[in-house]
């Protein structure tokens, strides 16, 4: 995952905190003893302070003061104040607080200030440290040449790295190893100092601590955190609130940072990065050149890389106005809100006279509903139509996957309607052919790619005669052979004997089993369909699983996969969970490699085996496995970052080869447990694979190792690679692209670099080239074409298409929370409230479905009043209380909605809310609440607070503080059940309701559908029966 800086003044918050607190190492112990922490003396200046509620040091010492907002290099860029007094220092402060600075070519307004003491000191005791983590462990840099002109740091830096693995080596190392320049009369108290540093450095999980210089004063810092380092929480009771800046960089902070945290991002940017971070979907957005002429909206994070790459290898760079990326199947009413943003940036300000260009694109997808999210950004070009116009606006449209067809034609339609120029392209045009279009350089075509001729791919069609023996038939296909069907029944005997045990390169083939671990059933289905396309039978002949999928979280797949590296038949495991913390994934892989276990992620969609197995998602939905020819192996291997550009490397190598053999997609961060170079050299020794693919990108140095295994003779089959993210070098200001790991810290780790050693010109170009010489030398023989099976559509995924219809069990005709808000018989919520109806009044809507008279709803609420109780005698009534007493109570979720969520909040919640915080005294109950709502609501955007748990807070907040009860008796109130009490007063009116409607539609009672009912009894055979003997 993605790292954050913070800001150097939360940095020195942090380290003052944890420094002294720092536990020894196993292998090293302390000479100064855990201190408590010293108090603070450092100032953040953001808003007007008055001098009476400074610190007194303030007045008293001299002052160094400087912008606190992540910005390298500030003494040579003229903003650093030394030595100053408090008017001194205010004076500096003013004279540039509020206005547009250009610093190393990027414009920002200075409005955050960190004030300290001015300490001087002789030049010869300043030092340099860092820490930084990279894939083998934490490399510690140490120079006794510290200061502003430090150099070159890695010519001149001694290193230590400290294994994943390991323990900080011991104080002899450490001296020997780092400190050797140093006066030995320093030297134990920086060991000392570096000790507890990476301490806190691991503690915190931080991906990168610079210190320069550091002294035997307090230096200035420039840290990064994971963002998951929330969690796990560093220690009980020890938790720190700090404000993170915005800008993601994964790790490594050098010299040539840019400066997106200092550029001004605007409400829109902020906007978008608040819906991103209350949502499980994906959304980002830069503003690179809001005068530019060329925008984008693209879904998917290696995609959003390759349509920038695309345009700035035309010449367009200049002209490209933002970079961002959707993903993670955001709903409607999410891609509406980023399209809404987008669309209101690009038509601001006058007109361009040459247009504007919007690219609207991205890979085939593997379980996002195109037409839902293409319904989303359609309702946003409804709302910006003037502007769109004004702005003279073309539009061009590329997607693939679910229901695409669906959306590109809706697309098509809202053109015509809207009078804009709209063109829509599918999975038949290259991902990136729509960039030349777009700007101009060529004309538009029907297609991107074609389908190799017959006999060029591979496969002949089914319907043609081919010889079913000859060898040329069969090669293809020999790992798709079943074994025959054995007498013994899977569920109550297992197999005798240990299974044939697979060759290291081919974890997965026909008789791969997998567990999946996480309720996932959509993906367990399409796992199950893509076993029946392939022929695959037997699935209950082989009880014995070597494969892992886990779905678990990111809090809790740490643990799952160590109990999973525990159990010695699993040889491979499937991280899917995003937001891993880089800790723990370095964690996770170096114990896999000890155990030679396969990772494949975090932060992936998976790998397929076509014919074989399918991990999840991976290939999207049937029609797209049927599409690109994933139901039988082809002859070409890839391996790739990106979920959804391996999805676009299957349907390329569909087009243009006979198929894809193998795929897998590492996953897009920093530290995914298997690389490059791991799967490539599985494929070189499998002698079904013929031809490999390599899908790279900017960040990290992976694709070198494959480039010097093909140098040394390691890989010796034809390799066709692409590196992504050539756009990179044209930003001026720092940007995360959609993978975590998508950032260069050095000239190699570029695409430019990459694509110097590896990239050819034209990707399918290439791939049909190089296939085409294997087919003629005889590598790849052609082999006959079968047809896929016909798989049933899902009945949910047809209602979404609207293909089928099922008749309603339960018919209401009184109330209706599927909208905006709540309606009572037609009249919303909201309107109840303002209105002042009452509850007579909402009798009236909910049992007679129109508003009655004032005075009929008074007589209603009379009635209530008077026929509250009869005393317990009433017959039936002493009955009824025994039974609700003897009872179990039900738990009603506070939090959680259908389809509720932080950007369509529910009306119902905002009332409650609302007059909660107007009248009640006090509301702690109700804003601890909302705090939770933040962290849940971050996991997914439907987690939030409902009105049920709105409800139940608040009357917490009106026992507790209304001044009416005791602490004592507010406690005693909720324990005996008064909250319940109200629910099902509240409720009862509805029940009754809904039992008038029923009988006044004269609707039967309701039965469950047959259909809804699945009954699995197994071969009922006495050999399918467990039989227990007596001992």
Same mark, same amino acid.
């Given at each position: ?385 003037e502007g769109l116009q004004r702005h003279k606006v073309k539009i061009f449209v590329r997607r693939g996957g679910p229901n695409y067809q669906e959306g590109l034609k809706k697309m098509r339609l809202i053109g015509e309607t809207l009078g804009i120029e709209i063109q829509v392209f599918g999975p038949d045009t ?313 950032m260069a810290n050095s000239d190699l780790e570029t695409a430019d670099a990459k694509t110097r050693r590896c990239a050819p010109p034209d990707l399918p170009a290439a791939l049909k080239k190089v296939y085409t010489g294997l087919v003629k030398d005889g590598t790849i023989k052609p082999s006959a074409e079968r047809? %896929?099976?016909?798989?049933?559509? /899902? +009945?949910?995924? !047809?209602? @979404?298409?609207?293909?089928?219809? $099922?008749?309603?069990?339960? &018919? ?108 009640? %005294?006090?509301?702690?109950?109700? /804003? +601890?609440?909302? !705090?939770? @709502?933040?962290?849940?609501?971050? $996991?997914?955007?439907?987690? &939030? ?87």
């Amino acid at each position: 995952m993605s790292a954050k800086a913070i800001r150097e003044y939360d940095a020195k918050l942090l380290v003052a905190h944890f420094l002294g607190r720092a536990p020894s190492s196993a292998r090293l112990a302390l000479l100064v003893p855990s201190s408590r922490r010293q108090k603070s003396r450092w100032l953040r200046i953001k808003d007007h302070h008055t001098d009476s509620s400074l610190p007194s040091w303030v007045f008293s010492e001299k002052l160094v003061v400087k912008p606190d907002q992540l910005i390298k290099r500030r003494g040579k860029a003229g903003l650093l104040g030394l030595n100053k007094t408090w008017p001194e220092a205010k004076a500096w402060i003013q004279e540039r607080a509020g206005k547009p600075v250009n610093v190393e070519g990027v414009m920002g307004t200075l409005n955050t200030f960190i004030v300290e003491p001015f300490a001087p000191h002789p030049s010869d005791t300043e030092y340099y440290v860092c820490i930084n983590s990279v894939r083998e462990g934490d490399m510690i840099l140490f120079t006794h040449e510290g200061g502003v002109d430090i150099g070159d740091v890695d010519a001149k830096a001694a290193k230590i790295t400290v294994p994943v693995d390991g323990d900080l080596p011991d104080r002899a190392q450490l001296k020997a190893g780092l400190l050797a320049a140093v006066p030995s009369h320093r030297q134990d108290a920086l060991v000392d100092f570096l000790a507890r540093l990476y301490s806190t450095y691991v503690d915190l999980h931080y991906t990168y601590l610079e210190i320069n210089p550091s002294s035997a004063w307090r230096p200035p810092m420039g840290p990064r955190r994971s963002p998951s380092s929330t969690w796990p929480p560093t220690r009980p009771n020890s938790r720190l609130s700090l404000r993170r800046q915005v800008g993601h960089r994964p790790g490594n902070l050098r010299s040539d940072q840019r400066l997106q945290t200092f550029a001004d991002r605007g409400p829109p940017m902020a906007y978008i990065q608040k819906l991103d971070a209350s949502t499980g979907a994906s959304l980002k957005l830069t503003v690179l050149n809001a005068q530019g002429r060329v925008w984008t909206m693209v879904a998917g994070g290696g995609a959003s890389v390759v349509y920038s790459d695309a345009i700035a290898a035309h010449g367009f760079a200049h002209e490209l106005a933002n970079y961002g990326e959707y993903s993670g199947a955001p709903t409607k009413g999410q891609t509406f809100e980023y399209a809404k943003t987008i669309l209101d940036l690009m038509t601001r300000g006058e007109p361009h006279p040459e247009g504007k260009v919007l690219i609207i694109g991205g890979g085939i997808a593997n379980f996002t509903n195109v037409a839902a999210t293409f319904g989303g950004i359609i309702d946003a070009l409804k709302t910006y139509k003037e502007g769109l116009q004004r702005h003279k606006v073309k539009i061009f449209v590329r997607r693939g996957g679910p229901n695409y067809q669906e959306g590109l034609k809706k697309m098509r339609l809202i053109g015509e309607t809207l009078g804009i120029e709209i063109q829509v392209f599918g999975p038949d045009t290259h991902i990136s052919s729509i960039v030349p279009m777009a700007l101009g350089i060529s004309k538009p075509m029907s297609n991107g790619i074609h389908s190799a001729p017959n006999g060029v791919n591979g496969h002949s069609k089914a319907s043609e005669p081919t010889s079913a023996t000859s060898p040329a038939a069969t090669e293809s296909f020999a790992a798709t052979v079943v074994p025959e069907s054995r007498e013994e029944h899977g569920v109550v005997s297992f197999a005798q004997g240990a299974p044939a045990e697979r060759p290291w390169f081919r974890p997965f083939d026909e008789t791969t089993r997998g567990l999946v671990y996480g309720l996932q059933p959509r993906a367990i289905q399409g796992m199950l369909d893509f076993d029946f396309a392939c022929g695959a039978r037997g699935g209950q002949k082989h009880p014995e699983a070597d494969t892992l999928v886990n779905f678990s979280s990111s809090r809790s797949v740490y643990q799952s996969t160590l109990d999973a590296l525990e159990i010695p038949q699993i040889k491979s495991i499937a991280l899917i969970a995003e937001g891993v913390p880089e800790r723990h994934a370095r964690e996770i892989l170096h114990l896999a490699q000890k155990k030679k276990v396969i990772i494949i992620g975090p932060a992936t969609v998976g790998g397929i085996k076509p014919g074989c197995f399918r991990i999840g998602n991976t290939g999207g939905m049937m029609d797209n496995i049927i599409a690109s020819k994933l139901y039988r192996p082809g002859s070409v291997a890839y391996v790739s970052k990106s979920g959804g550009m391996s999805n676009e490397l299957n349907n390329i190598l569909s087009l243009t080869t006979n198929g894809t053999y193998e795929g897998i997609a590492i996953g897009g961060d920093r530290y995914p447990g298997t690389t490059f170079i791991d799967h490539m050299l599985r494929y070189e020794a499998d002698p079904n694979c013929k031809m490999l693919v390599l899908l790279g990108e900017v960040g990290g140095v992976e694709e070198y190792r494959v480039i010097e295994a093909v140098k040394s003779g390691q890989i010796k089959k034809p390799i066709v690679a692409w590196a992504i993210g050539t756009c990179a070098k044209m930003f001026t200001t720092e940007v995360q692209f959609g993978h975590a790991g998508s950032m260069a810290n050095s000239d190699l780790e570029t695409a430019d670099a990459k694509t110097r050693r590896c990239a050819p010109p034209d990707l399918p170009a290439a791939l049909k080239k190089v296939y085409t010489g294997l087919v003629k030398d005889g590598t790849i023989k052609p082999s006959a074409e079968r047809d %896929p099976p016909n798989i049933p559509v /899902d +009945y949910k995924w !047809a209602q @979404e298409l609207g293909m089928v219809r $099922k008749p309603a069990a339960f &018919i209401s005709t009184i109330s209706d929370e599927r909208g905006a808000e709540l309606l009572y018989a037609g009249m919303p919520i909201t309107d109840v409230f303002k209105e002042e109806i009452g509850v007579g009044g909402v009798i009236s809507l909910l049992w007679f479905k129109r508003r009655l008279p004032p005075y009929a709803c008074k007589f209603l609420e009379m009635c209530l009043q008077l026929t509250a109780d009869h005393g317990p005698a009433v017959s039936g009534a002493m009955t009824t209380v025994i039974t609700t007493r003897a009872g179990k109570d039900l738990l009603i979720p506070g939090i959680g909605h259908k389809i509720k969520s932080k950007a369509n909040p529910d009306m119902r919640v905002e009332l409650v809310k609302d007059f909660a915080k107007k009248n009640f %005294p006090s509301v702690e109950m109700l /804003d +601890y609440a909302l !705090a939770v @709502e933040d962290v849940t609501s971050s $996991k997914k955007d439907t987690l &939030i607070l409902n009105v049920d748990g709105c409800i139940a807070v608040c009357f917490c907040d009106l026992l507790r503080n209304s001044g009416a009860f005791s602490r004592e008796e507010a406690d005693e109130y909720m324990q005996i059940g008064t909250l319940n009490a109200l629910f099902v007063l509240g409720r009862s009116i509805g029940f009754i309701g809904h039992h008038i409607d029923q009988k006044r539609l004269k609707q039967g009672l309701y039965r469950a559908e047959q259909s809804d009912i699945f009954i699995e009894m197994g071969n009922t055979g006495i050999s399918d029966r467990v039989v227990v003997r007596p001992s």
